[in-house]
């Protein structure tokens, strides 16, 4: 699973102080963020993408979701 959020988004709900990967700042974050998206389109049988814009339990809701999902598909 990819919990994408744009990375504006990340900093303001960060609770806890930035690791040196956050620090190096937001132009870095979305250029992350975009090579996941393409890794998660190249990969769309692997990688599920899941709104990180929502509240935490909508996102809980949508991964077991997703997860259920394919467990029964198999």
Known sequence: ?????????????QKTKQDRIEQVGIDFQSSVRNQYL?????YSNRIVVIDGQVD???IHKNIWK????R???K
């Open 1 to 13: 699973f990819f919990i994408d959020i744009l990375p504006d988004e990340g900093v303001r709900r």
């Open 38 to 42: 393409k890794l998660a389109e190249k």
């Open 56 to 58: 935490i339990n909508t």
């Open 66 to 69: 997703e997860f259920e999902q």
């Open 71 to 73: 467990m029964l598909e």
